[in-house]
């Protein structure tokens, strides 16, 4: 292996991957993408989620955990 070699920057992750890296279920991620809160590209049916749009779309979150109405 050549120590001079550099990996290949990663542009974007499949659907399993992107909820990995954002520490949530792929159906979370979902339930994200119907509110159009992160929107996938398509290479044919596969979606694919660009590193800066999970980066753009965690900053976007609170800050502070939202918390259920006292009943």
């Known amino acids: ?4 070699a550099t990996a290949p920057t990663v542009v974007a992750v499949d659907h399993a ?3 990995a890296a954002l520490a949530i279920s792929p159906s ?3 339930h994200h993408v119907r509110l159009g809160d992160i929107t996938p590209h398509f ?3 596969k979606p694919l989620y660009a590193i800066a749009d999970l980066q753009r779309f ?3 979150l609170p800050t502070h955990p939202e918390h ?3 009943v």
């Open 68 to 70: 259920l109405p006292s």
């Open 43 to 45: 290479s044919g049916t």
């Open 17 to 19: 991957t992107a909820a």
């Open 1 to 4: 292996m050549n120590p001079s």
């Open 58 to 60: 965690i900053e976007q």
């Open 28 to 30: 979370r991620l979902r």
